[in-house]
């Protein structure tokens, strides 16, 4: 985030003072894909992603519990699905000596890493979160505080 800040403020100030710096475009793009991707597994293990609790809330006991397992099951195919092609193509970007189009022509590999890395340890939170649920955690323990206020 400060990357990105820093990358915005130089191009606010490089078209005030008539400077051009190659491809700051670009690099805050990067830095926001990369933040984005980097806080997902901090972001759900703290409950703040959107849950859709309107059909979960309607039962209890042990159907509750099989329904809170496929959800995370199903989290963790997604998120298994996005880490492993955000991996193979940081590889094969990598591979190819893939390249940037803008006027900067960074290697892609270096700023896919955040997508790549971000996704992979979403996975491995999804895969966290399983286990817990397992073991009797319930899915949804939102603060009473937090939940009037939605």
Not at 25 to 50: N, P, V
Request: net charge neutral.
């Amino acid at each position: 985030m400060v990357a990105l800040l820093i990358a915005i403020l130089l191009s606010i100030l490089g078209r005030q003072f008539n400077f051009y710096i190659r491809g700051i475009d670009a690099y805050a793009g990067y830095c926001m894909g990369a933040a984005t991707f980097l806080a997902l597994a901090h972001t759900f293990a703290h409950g703040e992603h959107i849950r859709v609790t309107l059909i979960l809330k309607r039962f209890t006991g042990s159907p509750r519990r099989v329904l809170e397992l496929w959800c995370v099951a199903l989290g963790i195919a997604v998120s298994g699905f996005f880490a492993f092609y955000a991996c193979k193509m940081v590889w094969w970007s990598w591979k190819f000596n893939d390249i940037s189009t803008s006027n900067d022509a960074t290697p892609l590999w270096i700023p896919q890493l955040g997508f790549a890395i971000g996704s992979v340890v979403l996975f491995i939170a999804m895969v966290e979160e399983f286990f817990l649920v397992l073991r009797g955690k319930p899915l949804d323990d939102t603060p009473a505080e937090l939940a009037r206020t939605e």
